[in-house]
Antibody
Framework: EVQLVESGGGLVQPGGSLRLSCVASGFTLSVYSMNWVRQAPGKGLEWVSYIGSSSIYYADSVKGRFTISRDSARNSLYLQMNSLRAEDTAVYYC??????????????WGQGTLVTVSS | QAVLTQPSSLSASPGASASLTCTLRSGINVGTYRINWYQQKSGSPPQYLLTYKSDSDKHQGSGVPSRFSGSKDASANAGILLISGLQSDDEADYYCMIWHSSAWVFGGGTKLTVL
């Protein structure tokens, strides 16, 4: 069974740092492109970052502050978040990206981890 | 102006059909994009529904009923998620998404109420 489990969320002060983890089971994470998506309380979805075999992309809102990475040996995806702001408060989801001949889409999602940035 | 605009809410009756629109910003041609649609129920992560670019370029998510379908309205520069035979279980938030300028972009979401 494919499963993604995020961890590492919590309460952090503005300007602080957190590292989110997403552990995969039931499949080899390194063969997939992966994404982080966040959702502020009561708000919509916001894409954060993408990592593929040879490319990395970030939303403008996090560029220069967040770093996406993965560890094949641990079958895990990470999001290093620095210089955190109140507006980064959200549930953070990791999601696999699958591509067919006609589409790329996010097919498996974790349950999310809550990051709260507040003094 | 946002890249993707969705109405914030929509209500429809059980058994009826609902058309959820996703309007692309002026200057971004809907005809060139594959539009992904996701459903999110309260307290759960989103679930992939389908992708639509054209009738010959579309993809249905695994296990997604055929009463969920995609289309486009070129005159409105919009993608459409059509849900037919509405059920109470369809009550959820629905998001469109495209790949644009080296980024995934979500619409603001539509809250569908079935009553």
């Amino acid at each position: 069974e494919v499963q993604l489990v995020e961890s590492g969320g919590g309460l952090v002060q503005p300007g602080g740092s957190l590292r989110l983890s997403c552990v995969a089971s039931g499949f080899t994470l390194s063969v997939y492109s992966m994404n982080w998506v966040r959702q502020a309380p009561g708000k919509g979805l916001e894409w954060v970052s993408y990592i593929g075999s040879s490319s990395i992309y970030y939303a403008d809102s996090v560029k220069g502050r967040f770093t996406i990475s993965r560890d094949s040996a641990r079958n895990s995806l990470y999001l290093q978040m620095n210089s955190l702001r109140a507006e980064d408060t959200a549930v953070y989801y990791c999601a696999t990206e699958s591509c067919t001949s006609v589409s790329c889409h996010f097919d498996y999602w974790g349950q999310g981890t809550l990051v709260t940035v507040s003094s | 102006q946002a890249v993707l605009t969705q109405p914030s809410s929509l209500s429809a009756s059980p058994g009826a059909s609902a058309s959820l629109t996703c309007t692309l910003r002026s200057g971004i041609n809907v005809g060139t994009y594959r539009i992904n649609w996701y459903q999110q129920k309260s307290g759960s992560p989103p679930q992939y529904l389908l992708t639509y670019k054209s009738d010959s370029d579309k993809h249905q998510g695994s296990g997604v009923p055929s009463r969920f379908s995609g289309s486009k309205d070129a005159s409105a520069n919009a993608g459409i998620l059509l849900i037919s035979g509405l059920q109470s279980d369809d009550e959820a938030d629905y998001y469109c998404m495209i790949w644009h300028s080296s980024a995934w972009v979500f619409g603001g979401g539509t809250k569908l109420t079935v009553l």
